[in-house]
């Protein structure tokens, strides 16, 4: 028996009559007692003449077999896991880019990221390079209209 965490399924394909006109393949499947049924159902006898009825047979077979062993539990946990990390990974990352990039981040992390020098980043450099605008109309006191 191969002990293995990932490995759920399996589906084994002995060749019958090689080399000769009569090519036949039997076919046996096995899984886990977590994964659920999936199809197409073997016949019964599940020997198969070559060609291409029998591939996609197989590849169908194959296929669900792969999505049946995704919703088996030791699998699912394991899946949830690895996603976890991964996000959790994507959410450190983005978050200290972006803290980067806003010029918020602490003083080590603006010297390693370069930006310790000249600013805080995208928005502190953008607003040295665009001073505020002043979005009133410039009027003279003599203009103004008292109430």
């Known amino acids: 028996m191969i002990q293995s965490n990932f490995l759920h399924g399996y589906v084994v394909v002995q060749v019958e009559?090689?080399?000769?006109?009569?090519?036949?393949?039997?076919?046996?499947?096995?899984?886990?007692?977590?994964?659920?049924?999936?199809?197409?159902?073997?016949?019964?006898?599940?020997?198969?003449?070559?060609?291409?009825?029998?591939r996609e047979f197989l590849f169908t077979k194959l296929i669900n077999a792969e999505y049946a062993c995704y919703k088996a539990e030791k699998f699912?946990?394991?899946?949830?896991?690895?996603?976890?990390?991964?996000?959790?990974?994507?959410?450190?990352?983005?978050?200290?880019?972006?803290q980067s990039m806003m010029g918020l981040g602490v003083d080590d992390e603006k010297l390693e990221n370069g930006?310790?020098?000249?600013?805080?980043?995208?928005f502190e450099s953008f607003k040295v390079q665009h001073p505020p605008v002043n979005l009133q109309p410039h009027m003279h006191e003599s203009e103004c209209t008292h109430f």
Not at 77 to 88: D, M, Y
Not at 115 to 122: D, E, L, Q, R, V
Request: glycine share 10%; aromatic share 10%.
């Open 17 to 54: 009559n090689a080399c000769t006109d009569n090519v036949t393949y039997k076919v046996s499947v096995t899984a886990r007692d977590d994964v659920p049924f999936f199809g197409p159902a073997l016949p019964d006898p599940a020997v198969f003449k070559k060609g291409p009825e029998f």
């Open 76 to 98: 699912a946990t394991l899946e949830e896991r690895t996603r976890s990390a991964l996000l959790e990974t994507l959410y450190e990352e983005l978050h200290i880019n972006s």
């Open 115 to 122: 930006a310790g020098a000249g600013g805080g980043g995208f």
